[in-house]
């Protein structure tokens, strides 16, 4: 029973990093490393709506992630794997 409700663990792990992946930053993290040096090259107005306009995309992406059905099956694949976990003992 406990190996079973590791493998449960382990797939809705990787399930919730696809679905992290897919639904909410993508590949956002690529294009980060300009962003920041862009950003600390000036404190100038068009830098505060720099700043706004990437603190906006990163709430979109969090309610996208919110929004995600695999998000809530991995998080509820979890939480079995953890019940399955305490049964077993």
Do not use: C, H, P
């Amino acid at each position: 029973m406990a190996s079973i409700a590791d493998k449960v663990f382990m797939g809705s792990l990787i399930l919730m990093m696809i679905a992290v992946v897919v639904s909410g930053i993508g590949f956002q993290f690529v294009n980060w490393k300009s962003q920041v040096t862009n950003e600390l090259e000036g404190e100038t107005q068009t830098s505060s709506s720099r700043k706004k306009s990437v603190m906006d995309r990163q709430d979109k992406s969090l309610k996208r992630i919110g929004r995600s059905y695999l998000f809530w099956i991995a998080l509820a694949g979890m939480l079995i794997s953890i019940g399955l976990s305490y049964l077993s003992k």
